[in-house]
């Protein structure tokens, strides 16, 4: 009976232990808006991003192939995988690596939309710099949904092509990322 007693409770500390605390997805967004009043066009879509959120530690990770990047226009897309730009055959991926700094706001075993605080590295162009921003976490069943929206300077990465001096590309485009943990 005491083995049994024993087993049991290595058994539920093993489930507990190994319970959803890392989730990932290879299938989160972002959206790349740098569009001005000179042009609406520089606009795109990455939908494989790869994401992990560690739910007990708070540690949150995105990476996204360049490349991926879908312009409705193939010659801004062009552009934007090009030398002046992002560089995507030197510079294939953009990664952020962070953490949600205020964890003990957010119950993740309660379905609820919760404000987080997170604080990480963007890197992108070779370039690392710290960004802080906020996001929403909505828990719905079994479904952990992040959202974020900020926005960075691309002289900070390194970034000058002459549309962005010439004012067609915004000097500090809106990142929008979503992800669906499951």
Do not use: C
Request: no cysteine; hydrophobic share 40%; aromatic share 8%.
């Amino acid at each position: 009976m005491k083995k049994t007693i024993i087993f049991l409770s290595l058994v539920a500390f093993t489930a507990v232990s190994f319970s959803q605390k890392k989730r990932t997805t290879t299938s989160a967004t972002i959206n790349f808006d740098a569009t001005t009043t000179l042009d609406a066009l520089p606009k795109a879509e990455n939908k494989t991003a790869v994401a992990s959120l560690n739910t007990k530690s708070g540690e949150i990770a995105f990476e996204a192939i360049v490349k991926s990047f879908s312009f409705s226009n193939p010659k801004m897309q062009e552009h934007f995988n090009g030398a002046m730009w992002m560089d995507s055959d030197k510079f294939a991926k953009a990664t952020f690596k962070g953490k949600i700094t205020n964890l003990s706001k957010v119950n993740f075993k309660t379905d609820g939309t919760y404000r987080a605080t997170v604080e990480g590295n963007l890197t992108m162009h070779g370039v690392t710099k710290p960004v802080t921003t906020t996001a929403s976490v909505v828990v719905s069943g079994k479904t952990i949904t992040t959202t974020s929206d900020f926005s960075v300077k691309v002289a900070d990465y390194g970034i000058n092509g002459p549309a962005i001096g010439a004012g067609k590309v915004s000097t500090d485009p809106k990142i929008s990322v979503v992800a669906a943990f499951k």
